[in-house]
């Protein structure tokens, strides 16, 4: 059973950044794509970022130009660095990964950000 860890959410000053890491037990290399989403209560859960394993980085319209999805290869983690928060960022957010062979989708539990003064 594979596991994707996330960690790094909590409470945020409106204005202030972020940074949420994932740990996958395959390793970051071990999928096809990795990336984070969340889900806000009434809100269908939404992309925020995708990094396949060729480097390719897919960002979703709400955050394209405040967040950064990167691998820290000494960690093992996949992480997300997000500035400039708003209320609007209050959600769960989860890590994603995806295998090709067998075709599965992978979910953490989910990592609540909440910002708020």
């Known amino acids: 059973q594979e596991r994707l860890v996330e960690s790094g959410g909590g409470l945020v000053q409106p204005g202030g950044s972020l940074r949420l890491s994932c740990a996958p037990s395959r390793g970051i290399y071990g999928f096809y794509a990795m990336g984070w989403y969340r889900q806000s209560p009434g809100s269908e859960r939404e992309l925020l970022a995708l990094l396949t394993t060729n480097g390719r980085t897919t960002y979703g319209d709400s955050v394209k130009d405040r967040a950064t999805i990167s691998r820290d290869i000494g960690k093992d983690t996949l992480d997300l660095q997000m500035t400039s928060l708003n209320r609007g960022d209050t959600a769960v957010y989860y890590c994603?990964?995806?295998?090709?062979?067998?075709?599965?989708?992978?979910w953490g539990e989910g990592t609540l950000v909440t910002v708020a003064s």
């Open positions: 994603y990964a995806k295998s090709l062979v067998p075709d599965i989708d992978y």
